[in-house]
């Protein structure tokens, strides 16, 4: 696990339910699956601009090339 994934999960961990952080995606986007777990919802990060994303949420998040994360297709797909 990288030390990205490690800082994240921690300071979820301190701070409870945190409103998820969302910011404009740019091009370095890329989403990645978390170890961290949000109201029972797998949690999403984006290494690029630092923005969350969870199932629930109303959009889908994109890497910067413009597809959809292969763990997250998967989700949205199933969800149909
Ligand atoms: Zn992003």
Do not use: N, Y
Request: with cysteine.
């Amino acid at each position: 696990m990288s030390s990205f994934l490690r800082s994240l999960s921690r300071r979820q961990a301190d701070s409870g339910i945190a409103p998820l952080r969302v910011r404009s995606c740019r091009d370095l986007c890329e989403w990645t699956r978390t170890p961290v777990q949000r109201r029972g919802e797998q949690m999403f990060a984006c290494r690029g601009c630092g923005s969350q994303w969870v199932p629930s949420e109303h959009w889908t998040p994109r890497d910067a090339s413009g597809a959809i994360p292969p763990a997250v297709l998967e989700i949205v797909k199933g969800e149909d």
